[in-house]
């Protein structure tokens, strides 16, 4: 996976609050897999923590398990009271740090 | 020789079958899952069709002489022949061949002519695009060339999925009407693919039809051919779209559905603001729209039967912004007493032309009645079954539980053309694997869930998986794991750890065994004259 | 449409690993007696389309506003290997107690969504999510 990390995030203006949907290509190993060719374990590589900042303030944060699936996708709501931006953050176990962001108008 | 219009009998005639007590000045016409069957075929309805938690004894779960009393049909009848197997035979050779889109054209054109084709709407729930050779190898184009001539004004797909997410998408283009499903969405957004609702205007009133495609597709066919899309019900999304509907005037709102009728019956029982559903994928014919109360009214729950056999007329009277009355007819559509348009027969004859080598193939003849329909297996199946376990050297063959596909009165030569409306999908591949006794009873046990989950949304429509070899008994009050008991092979219970051989077609992965509709060609070829008894693999239904 | 049960006992199929479940819930969201309640709203498909990526979107209808919020929905699968799917800290800054992810589910599983409310309270709800062989159809 080259593009690991790569990110998209959009938001949506509904009334007064804003929908968020982000995504970012990542294996989201868990390490309990194995690779079925050589029988080895394949090592876990996961995104661990998520974050979502709106103008400098932390409005959203995630704590993943092994469950969530490749190429994560979340999705959470903000009350966009003011134009901005949204600033997303993932964290994996491999110290891995990517972000991306979107306009709020 | 085909016979002629005064063939058949009694008092039922092209008039009898336009007869309608005319009611308010819209009407709405529907047709669902033609199976691409622009000629007439023959059709025999099911025998067996077991309704659970609740369904027995009503539509669609009646069959036969049930049937013909909870109606009040006479046996022997026109509609007798239409809606039941009751003298299957007997009223086949009596009434000829059903539908045929030749027929169905005449029968709208006179619908339009009575009451004003600005005052008439013409939908069609789906699965149009699939069930003959000429629609698989044109890609649906056949179709699309006939519903555009016939005036199709909207449609709700299934099969049409099969043929993978591009070509949907190309096939669109080349409609004349829209193709409406607001339950499908990507799968990286979740958001809506194809158009959710069309607003009409006719007969002065705003009607909505909100497109409701098959919610299981991604499970009951391959979800690889169209990878990028999810589905499912999504109930609280038709409520939004309703609530939208009637935000923008609308007078009038139908779902036009591909959920099957005992989604649909749970469906308007729990959404509000629906008038009709327009039903389609279980090819239930039911003469008579069932009422269903809602917390705020009432929903008309319509489900218009299979392969062009019939046309659904409602008349609909509209009064202060809202439907206020109607009349419905489930119209037989019984080709020998309907003249066949000029115009559609000239273009069935085009499509079909490059193809007739193929098509018109003989390839054995049938002494017996081969049919699919019905909750176990149908003598086609049984045909195929054997074909798979002789061809394949298998000793257990699995057949999909498919609703489409004609049937064949005894003395009727075995075409390809028949083969093929049995037969003509986009994964048509055998494969031949060993499977141990357990895994053939939880592939079983899994459809038989699909099909008697006492829970309507958890119903996939279709028919239990057909068998070849096997003979099992049934417990349909049981849950997953639990039904399927007593299976035995030629005579002996079926161990849980020994291993079978096994074949079938239609897998939901990839397998390269050659096209199932060879393998039936083969077999018959060799046999030359088919005879089958129905009802061996079934040993009991507890 | 299976929502009721999660105090009782489990729905469906899916019985087995519910005390893992609960000790998993325990640790993340705080040992405190859980309450049944239509507030919690999850949409999940009834039955999976893909058991690798199972959209789930979890709904709270509780006010959003500063001193009486949803402070954090946790989300656990009973059937899998690792119950814990995971945890979503709120604020009155989202005005909306809403959250949505893909999961991947190997077997038919019960989903359960717990919300913790600003006062501490735990509020739950539970669905039934099934995978299948797929195939047939009419
Ligand atoms: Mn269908
Ligand atoms: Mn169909």
Not at chain 3, 26 to 47: N, Q, W
Request: glycine letters at 10%; hydrophobic letters at 40%.
């Amino acid at each position: 996976m080259a593009s690991i990390g790569k990110a998209k995030v959009k938001v949506k203006k509904m009334g007064d609050v804003a929908e968020v949907k982000a995504v970012i290509k990542h294996p989201m190993e868990t390490g309990l897999r194995k690779n079925k060719k050589t029988g080895e374990k394949i090592p876990a590589h996961y995104i661990e923590t998520v974050e979502g900042k709106y103008n400098g303030k932390t409005v959203f944060q995630a704590e993943w398990g092994a469950a969530v699936s490749q190429n994560p996708f979340v999705s959470f709501y903000i009350k966009a009271d003011a134009p901005g931006e949204l600033v997303m953050t993932w964290k994996d176990n491999k110290g891995g740090v990517f972000t991306e962001s979107a306009k709020v108008k | 020789g085909a016979p002629g219009l005064l063939r058949a009998a009694g008092k039922a005639s092209f008039d009898e079958l336009l007869k309608f007590n005319n009611k308010g000045k819209l009407t709405l016409l529907h047709f669902t899952d033609c199976h691409a069957q622009l000629l007439p075929v023959y059709f025999r309805e099911p025998d067996t069709n077991i309704g659970v938690g609740g369904a027995a004894g009503n539509a669609p779960h009646i069959t036969g002489k049930d049937f013909l009393k909870h109606f009040g049909f006479q046996p022997g009848g026109v509609e007798a022949y239409a809606y039941t197997m009751t003298d299957y035979v007997k009223l086949a050779q009596e009434f000829g061949p059903v539908g045929g889109f030749a027929h169905m054209t005449s029968l709208v054109k006179a619908i339009r002519d009575q009451r004003g084709a600005d005052n008439v709407l013409l939908l069609d729930s789906g699965d149009t695009w699939q069930g003959s050779y000429t629609s698989m190898v044109t890609k649906g184009q056949d179709m699309i060339d006939a519903c555009n001539l016939l005036g199709v004004e909207g449609m709700a797909p299934h099969w049409e999925f099969t043929y993978g997410a591009e070509q949907v998408m190309a096939n669109i283009e080349k409609l004349n009407y829209p193709f409406l499903a607001h339950n499908v969405v990507d799968t990286e957004w979740e958001e809506p693919v194809f158009k959710a609702f069309e607003m009409y205007e006719k007969a002065g009133t705003k009607i909505a039809v909100i497109g409701q495609a098959f919610p299981y597709s991604p499970i009951a066919n391959p979800r690889r051919m169209f990878p990028k899309w999810s589905m499912g019900i999504q109930e609280d999304a038709v409520q939004e779209r309703v609530n939208e509907a009637r935000e923008q005037g609308a007078q009038v709102v139908v779902l036009l559905s591909h959920n099957g009728m005992d989604v649909d019956l749970k469906l308007a029982s729990r959404v509000v603001g629906l008038d009709v559903i327009l039903g389609g994928h279980t090819h239930d014919a039911v003469p008579q729209p069932t009422q269903v109360k809602n917390p705020e009214g009432v929903t008309l729950v319509c489900n218009s039967g299979s392969n062009t056999k019939f046309l659904s007329r409602m008349d609909i009277e509209v009064a202060n912004g809202r439907m206020t009355g109607w009349n419905y007819r489930l119209i037989p559509v019984i080709s020998n007493l309907i003249p066949a348009d000029k115009e559609m027969a000239g273009l069935i004859e085009k499509i079909r032309a490059p193809h007739l080598k193929e098509i018109n193939t003989v390839v054995g003849k049938t002494d017996s009645l081969l049919y699919r329909r019905g909750n176990f297996n149908g003598t086609f199946d049984d045909l195929i079954c054997n074909a798979l376990n002789t061809q394949m050297e298998s000793e257990v063959s699995l057949s999909p539980g498919f609703r489409w596909g004609v049937s064949l009165l005894p003395g009727q030569d075995i075409t390809m053309d028949a083969i093929y409306t049995q037969t003509a999908i986009t994964y048509p591949n055998t494969y031949r694997r060993q499977m141990t006794g357990e895994q053939i009873k939880v592939i079983l046990e899994d459809v038989a869930d699909n099909l008697f989950n006492p829970d309507p949304y958890r119903q996939q429509g279709g028919d239990m998986v057909r068998v070849g070899g096997l003979r099992y008994k049934i417990a349909l009050g049981e849950s997953i794991g639990k039904r399927i008991s007593a299976m035995e092979l030629n005579g002996k219970a079926v161990e849980p750890n020994k291993q079978y051989w096994v074949s079938g077609w239609a897998s939901m992965g990839e397998v390269d065994g050659p096209p199932v509709w060879d393998v039936v060609k083969k077999h018959v070829q060799e046999k030359k004259r088919i005879s089958i008894e129905p009802g061996y693999n079934l040993k009991g239904i507890v | 449409a299976i929502a009721a049960g999660f105090v009782g006992a489990p729905v469906g199929a899916a019985r087995a690993d519910e005390a893992k479940s609960m000790e998993s819930i325990k640790k993340y969201m705080g040992g405190d007696a859980i309450t049944d309640s239509p507030a919690v709203k999850i949409d999940a498909p009834i039955i999976a389309e893909n058991g690798a990526v199972v959209p789930i979107k979890v709904e709270v209808d509780h006010p959003m506003e500063a001193g009486n919020y949803i402070e954090s929905i946790g989300v656990f699968v009973d059937n899998n290997p690792t119950p814990f799917a995971g945890k979503y800290v709120l604020s009155p800054a989202n005005g909306k107690a809403y959250v949505s992810a893909r999961l991947k589910i190997g077997k038919t599983s019960n989903v359960r969504a717990i919300a913790r409310t600003n006062s501490g309270k735990l509020i739950g709800a539970v669905k039934e999510v099934k995978v299948t062989i797929g195939g047939c159809g009419g």
